[in-house]
């Protein structure tokens, strides 16, 4: 069964410093991988996934099969990235992991 | 485009009640899912769509029915509403592209039951 799995609820850093949000998965096929963003009280957002390897908002994020990891990461943490994240895997459907609220101090 | 709509943005019930919650979309999408969310399990799906007249069940269904006459609309039924299903509703629509596969969001609904 496809599962995914965010380690890390809270995750605090900041400003300017940076930042790593993990994504492990469990899928025994090809994964296709996304991370959505929710800012405060908003829908979910995507923003980006595996399949386009594209930068968004200055977010990438690498798929390891090896590791089964789809880890996020940003270089250098702004305060508009305080949010909720979460990593998605999808086969048929749709299954999220439980999220990280990331909060970034100044 | 209106994109993915949701109805409505409030609502508070007694237990035992029963409600629908709306969902539509305007893009033509062949998928529609809705989810819960509820602090720290994320979301979780509850039931889901590939088309018109076709849906199933997702990791968390009881409890809730769902029906799609149409493409566009894709409604939640609470047939006895339960404290346990206060939470906030999302629902979604998607398609595979080219590009993969793309899911959209609504604005959700936020559903107390006391």
């Known amino acids: 069964a496809q599962r995914v799995t965010q380690p890390e609820k809270l995750l605090s850093v900041f400003k300017g410093a940076p930042v790593e949000l993990k994504c492990n998965y469990s899928?025994?096929?090809?994964?296709?991988l996304f991370w959505y963003v929710q800012y405060s009280r908003q829908r979910l957002q995507l923003l980006l996934r595996?399949?386009s390897r594209e930068s968004i908002k200055g977010f990438t994020a690498d798929l390891n099969k090896g590791e089964t990891s789809f880890h996020l990461k940003k270089p250098f943490a702004q305060e508009e990235d305080s949010a909720m994240y979460y990593c998605?895997?999808?086969?048929?459907?749709?299954?999220f992991g439980a999220g990280t609220r990331l909060t970034v101090k100044p | 485009n209106a994109g993915v709509t949701q109805t409505p943005k409030f609502q508070v019930l007694k237990t035992g009640q029963s409600m629908t919650l709306q969902c539509a979309q305007d893009?033509?999408?062949?998928?529609m899912s809705w989810y819960r969310q509820d602090p720290g399990m994320g979301l979780r799906l509850i039931h889901y769509?590939?088309?018109?007249?076709?849906?199933d069940q997702g990791e968390v269904p009881n409890g809730y029915n769902v029906s799609r006459s149409t493409t566009e609309d894709f409604p939640l039924r609470l047939l006895s509403a339960a404290p346990s299903q206060t939470s906030v509703y999302f629902c979604?629509?998607?398609?595979?592209?080219?590009?993969?596969?793309?899911?959209?969001f609504g604005p959700g609904t936020r559903l107390t039951v006391t």
């Open positions: 893009m033509n999408h062949e998928y």
């Open positions: 769509s590939v088309g018109a007249g076709i849906t």
């Open positions: 979604a629509s998607s398609f595979r592209g080219t590009g993969g596969y793309e899911q959209y």
């Open positions: 595996h399949i």
């Open positions: 998605a895997l999808c086969n048929n459907d749709m299954r």
């Open positions: 899928y025994s096929g090809s994964p296709e």
